[in-house]
């Protein structure tokens, strides 16, 4: 089993939908929780970072931590065609593990206008 | 401008022909790391450093060196590379701050490396 576990999709969706990516893992340690965006053939870029359980909120997106649950989210309001790539979510330890993250396999994300 | 590059872009090559990729960063961060990713398999982290000298194995090291000599510079090398090494890879780097600043991490354009 593999330590974060997410949905490669594809998903496509309407512009103007709401959009819900998932990922559980399997590690009760981890303690900070991340998203990237890959936009094809580019490297990812972090969209958003939480620590630990709860909410949080920046402009469209809102990633969500469930630890007792172990499972996060990552959710977009009013999707734009450019919102189009490939979400990545990331976990790390807590203690000194900076620089070592675990990657779930990315969700592949089409907004059709 | 603040950024992690990466030589070459692409890579075509035979087996058993050594090969070294660099990657370099402009943003004086600590920790730099090496990724490889496939499909289905996600992005998984074959070497991370964090710092000059200071090197240790991610998940995936069999076949790759990495080497950290000085703190922009984070070369990873394939001694005898085989075709399970044909990937996508990404170089990455993340400042030495307080808390999720640390997990912030900078990716290179990435190298298409494909190995007959």
């Known amino acids: 089993q593999k330590e974060v576990e997410q949905d490669p999709g594809p998903l496509s969706v309407p512009e103007g939908a709401i959009v819900s990516l998932n990922c559980t893992y399997s590690n009760s340690a981890f303690q900070y929780f991340m998203w990237y965006r890959q936009y094809s053939r580019k490297g990812p870029e972090l969209l958003m970072y939480t620590y630990s359980s709860g909410n949080k909120e920046d402009g469209r997106f809102t990633a969500q931590v469930d630890k007792s649950s172990k499972y996060i989210s990552l959710f977009i309001r009013d999707s734009q065609p450019s919102d189009s790539a490939t979400y990545l979510c990331?976990?790390?330890?807590?203690?000194?593990?900076?620089?070592?993250?675990?990657f779930g396999q990315g969700t592949e994300l089409s907004v059709k206008p | 401008e603040a950024q992690v590059t990466q030589n070459p872009r692409y890579l075509i090559t035979v087996t058993g022909k050594k090969l070294t990729v660099t990657c370099s960063q402009n943003m004086n961060h600590e920790y730099m790391s090496w990724y490889r990713q496939d499909p289905g398999l996600g992005l998984r982290q074959i070497y991370y450093s964090m710092n000059v000298e200071v090197t240790d194995k991610g998940d995936v090291p069999e076949g790759y060196k990495v080497s950290r000599k000085e703190k922009r510079n984070f070369p990873l090398i394939l001694e005898s590379p085989s075709p399970n090494q044909t990937s996508l890879y990404f170089c990455?780097?993340?400042?030495?701050?307080?808390?999720?600043?640390?997990?912030?991490?900078?990716f290179g354009p990435g190298t298409r490396l494909t190995v007959l």
């Open positions: 990331a976990m790390s330890l807590s203690y000194n593990q900076g620089g070592k993250l675990i």
């Open positions: 990455a780097s993340s400042f030495r701050g307080l808390g999720g600043t640390r997990y912030t991490q900078y």
